[in-house]
């Protein structure tokens, strides 16, 4: 410790008083925050993903990124690039807190995936791609307004062509179906999730000739849930030596070997109309069509296992299985 440090040491612990105590914790706290490499950590912050998540994210990442690129470019008849930026985990309250008084927020759905997503765009860039398409030129635009309602038509159908690329580039990991729900322009009337909730902010760089922009995409972590497995399967994936699959699979047979279970054979089927059926009594004799040396399927629970042949067997009719029949039988 340098001898500065001693000395500041040195005379918080040579006050005193009782009006002094409260002097020493605030020097106290001034010590620490002024020590050279320390920092505050916010341990309400979201933990980091695994590994296979993140690279299957990035897979999502860069081909959404491709194909919005080239999609894009047609579009505006411009020549237009999308670049993947990487990924972070955060709370959507410092997300929100990042972005500027006015921007381009767009809650969408993101099918199969829980809840609301957000799409964010910067508001210059979404303006410079509306009057391309209204036959403007490629010039930077700064907007310091809401959207007219005619403006929110035409940026609806760039946000259309987006959320078109998310679902393509998705479509290897699972079958998206994303949605607009509402634009909005003022940061502090986005409601997607609460301000402590953790989400994954997916970034991108959006390019137009010599432009750029931002372009985000965040969605929140328990959005994952219901394909979380197709995101993660090695977390959702269950590690078992052979010796505790052959012990599960032996509790299993001693948990249900006791089961009753029904044991059909049909010996043929015959179809009828609903007034002959009306019409049957006792005596009738049924025809089945159906030679006596011919194999007959015996079924478990409804489902057919087992061909075999009729006999007899001390006084009793009898089935000798002879095939065991494949699942799809």
């Known amino acids: ?98 972005m500027p008084p006015v921007t381009c927020a767009v809650n969408i759905g993101l099918a199969p995936l829980n809840g609301l997503s957000l799409l964010h765009l ?25 959207f007219t309602d005619i403006e929110l038509g035409v940026a609806r159908l760039v946000i259309d062509k987006l959320l078109t690329h998310i679902a393509e580039g998705a479509e290897k990991l699972v079958t998206m179906q994303p949605t607009f729900v509402h634009l909005e322009n003022n940061p502090a009337y986005i409601t997607t999730v609460t301000a402590g909730e953790p989400v994954l902010l997916i970034r991108f760089e959006i390019g137009i000739e010599e432009l750029r922009g931002p372009l985000d995409l965040c969605i929140p972590l328990t959005a994952f849930e219901p394909v979380w497995h197709r995101f993660d399967p090695e977390e959702n994936s269950e590690f078992r030596t052979p010796e505790e699959v052959r012990r599960d699979r032996q509790l299993l047979f001693e948990v249900v070997k006791g089961a009753a279970a029904d ?47 009729t006999g007899k067997l001390n006084q009793c009719r009898a089935l000798k299985l002879t095939e065991r029949l494949e699942e799809e039988e």
């Open 263 to 309: 044991v059909v054979v049909n010996l043929a089927d015959v179809n009828l109309t609903f007034e002959n059926v009306l019409e049957l009594k006792e005596g009738d004799v049924l025809p089945l069509y159906k030679s006596l040396q011919s194999p007959l399927v015996l079924e478990v629970q409804g489902k057919p296992m087992f061909r075999g042949l």
């Open 1 to 98: 410790m340098s001898d500065t440090r001693q000395d500041d040491l040195g005379e918080l612990l040579g006050q005193e008083d009782a009006g002094g105590e409260q002097a020493v914790v605030e020097s106290a706290a001034a010590l620490v925050q002024g020590a050279s490499g320390s920092s505050s950590f916010d341990f309400s912050r979201p933990t980091k993903i695994s590994r296979q998540f993140e690279k299957n994210l990035i897979t999502f990442a860069e081909a959404f990124a491709k194909s919005s690129s080239l999609g894009l470019t047609g579009m505006l008849r411009a020549n237009t690039g999308i670049g993947y930026r990487g990924l972070e985990v955060m709370n959507f309250g410092d997300f929100l807190d990042a």
């Open 122 to 146: 910067d508001a210059g860039m979404i303006y410079l791609m509306m009057m391309r398409l209204l036959g403007g030129p490629l010039e930077a635009c700064r907007v310091e307004r809401k």
